[in-house]
């Protein structure tokens, strides 16, 4: 069956240091890969989704970026993070229909 | 771009009766809507999707309706548990596709025993 794993569930960064956050998926190929984030009270908000590898859409200018080294591998980084960027960051595949399967999530702390 | 709307304030019902969520849209004529379950701290989970072309989905005490001419979804749980409290979330594809889904902010039921 397909999992999906997302890491770190929680980090607290300094404003202006760097981030990654990793997601990966096991269990099927070429799938559809998204990063969203929610931000306190506030709906999902769809940031990058990518169909397939070095294929990334931008969904909202930011200081974000994302990049997609192999077929089940998604990246969300920055440079400088920014209090803004403080959030429950999610990651979520789908196979090809319209159900999208979410990661556990990363809480971000930008202090 | 389509909006979509959920009351964001909590429902609060009663062990045993029957919940009701709405969610709105404009703008647009979507070819399907979905219907998520969110606990707090996790990620939302996929429970319904019902097409345009379908008035009723049922699924265990679930059910959803979709009025295409009101541009309205209902959602609703039936003899509703404890359990059954979480955030429930509204989606919609973009026209023409699936990639950029767009939620609803989401509806918070409390269950109460």
């Known amino acids: 069956s397909q999992t999906i794993h997302q890491w770190p569930a929680t980090l607290v960064q300094p404003v202006g240091s760097p981030l990654s956050l990793e997601c990966t998926v096991e269990g099927t190929s070429n799938p559809n890969l998204y990063w969203y984030r929610q931000a306190a009270g506030r709906g999902l908000q769809l940031l990058f989704y990518?169909?397939?590898?070095?294929?990334i859409s931008s969904e909202v200018p930011q200081n974000l970026s994302a990049s997609r080294p192999q077929d089940r591998q998604f990246i969300l980084s920055s440079k400088k993070l920014l209090l803004s960027d403080s959030g429950f960051y999610l990651c979520a595949w789908t196979g090809g229909n319209e159900k999208l399967f979410f990661g556990s999530g990363t809480q971000l702390s930008v202090l | 771009s389509q909006k979509i709307e959920q009351n964001s304030e909590a429902l609060n019902i009663q062990e045993g009766k029957t919940a009701t969520l709405t969610c709105n849209y404009t703008n647009y004529s979507p070819a399907y809507l979905q219907w998520y379950r969110q606990d707090p701290g996790r990620g939302p989970v996929f429970l319904l999707l019902?097409?345009?072309?379908?008035k009723e989905k049922r699924k265990e005490r679930l059910k959803v309706t979709f009025d295409t001419t009101l541009k309205q979804s209902l959602f609703h749980i039936t003899a509703s548990q404890p359990a059954d409290s979480a955030t429930y979330l509204c989606a919609l594809p973009p026209a023409g596709g699936y990639q950029k889904v767009t939620f609803g902010i989401g509806t918070k039921l409390q269950v109460i025993p």
């Open positions: 019902i097409r345009e072309n379908e």
């Open positions: 990518s169909v397939g590898i070095g294929q």
